[in-house]
């Protein structure tokens, strides 16, 4: 059983930064794509960045430029690093990884990122 385990969450205010990490543990394989998910009250899910095993990252136009994808350790390890925050960067944080390209097969618990103007 895989496990993701999201940190690094918190309140900051507009333009400051925030890392997130996320550990993955349990029956780890070499998964094909780690990422990172957020949802904000009342909107949908939307997906923010990942990353492939090796190394390609991409991004949503909304987060690209201020928000870097790294995995590294074992490469079962993800963080995301997020400068130049804004309030509509607020929302839960998901930890996600996958075997193959398709919907993510695991998810973490969530971590709230919390922006204020």
Same mark, same amino acid.
């Given at each position: 059983?895989?496990?993701?385990?999201?940190s690094g969450g /918190?309140?900051?205010?507009?333009?400051?930064?925030? +890392?997130?990490?996320?550990?993955?543990? /349990?029956?780890?394989?070499?998964?094909?794509?780690?990422?990172?998910?957020?949802?904000?009250? /009342?909107?949908? +899910?939307?997906?923010?960045a990942t990353i $492939?095993?090796?190394?390609?990252?991409?991004?949503?136009?909304?987060? +690209? /430029?201020?928000? $870097?994808?790294?995995?590294?350790?074992?490469? @079962? $390890?993800?963080?995301?690093?997020? @400068?130049?925050?804004?309030?509509?960067?607020?929302?839960?944080?998901?930890?996600?990884?996958?075997?193959?390209?398709?919907?993510?097969?695991?998810?973490?618990?969530?971590?709230?990122?919390?922006?204020?103007?």
């Amino acid at each position: 059983q895989v496990q993701l385990v999201e940190s690094g969450g /918190g309140l900051v205010q507009a333009g400051g930064s925030l +890392r997130l990490s996320c550990v993955a543990s /349990g029956s780890i394989a070499s998964f094909y794509m780690m990422g990172w998910y957020r949802q904000a009250p /009342g909107k949908q +899910r939307e997906l923010v960045a990942t990353i $492939t095993f090796g190394g390609s990252a991409d991004y949503a136009d909304s987060v +690209r /430029g201020r928000f $870097t994808i790294s995995r590294y350790g074992a490469k @079962n $390890t993800v963080s995301l690093q997020m @400068n130049s925050l804004k309030p509509e960067d607020t929302a839960v944080y998901f930890c996600t990884a996958k075997y193959e390209a398709r919907e993510p097969d695991y998810w973490g618990q969530g971590t709230q990122v919390t922006i204020s103007s």
